[in-house]
């Protein structure tokens, strides 16, 4: 009976561990985080070694991208206000970092614009 409980916390830690992995929160996260990566290494020039949304602002209002990346730049970082948006519905709006990469990327479309 001791290696059955053993083996039932087992199965429960890998369980639980699976659900939260694959959680819309942590999908929205991972989605967001993504579209970071592909902004950092596809539309920065050059590349961010610290990437952060505040970052990301600093280097588009700062010029560090080629400018016939813009359309690219703005699609990348419409995504990622989506992602955004997610993580703060499936948070309920708990973690500040969502809300401030919606504010960022959205002033930064429009900036393009």
Do not use: C
């Amino acid at each position: 009976t001791m290696w059955t409980t053993k083996l039932l916390i087992v199965l429960l830690v890998i369980f639980v561990g699976t659900d939260a992995a694959n959680s819309p929160l942590s999908a929205a996260t991972k989605g967001y985080k993504s579209q970071e990566k592909l902004i950092n290494e596809y539309g920065l020039n050059p590349t961010l070694a610290n990437l952060s949304p505040l970052s990301i602002d600093q280097a588009v209002r700062d010029g560090d991208y080629d400018k016939r990346n813009t359309f690219y730049l703005k699609s990348k970082l419409a995504k990622a206000v989506v992602f955004a948006e997610d993580a703060v519905a499936a948070s309920g709006g708990s973690d500040p970092g969502h809300q401030l990469r919606i504010n960022t990327y959205n002033a930064l479309i429009f900036y393009l614009t």
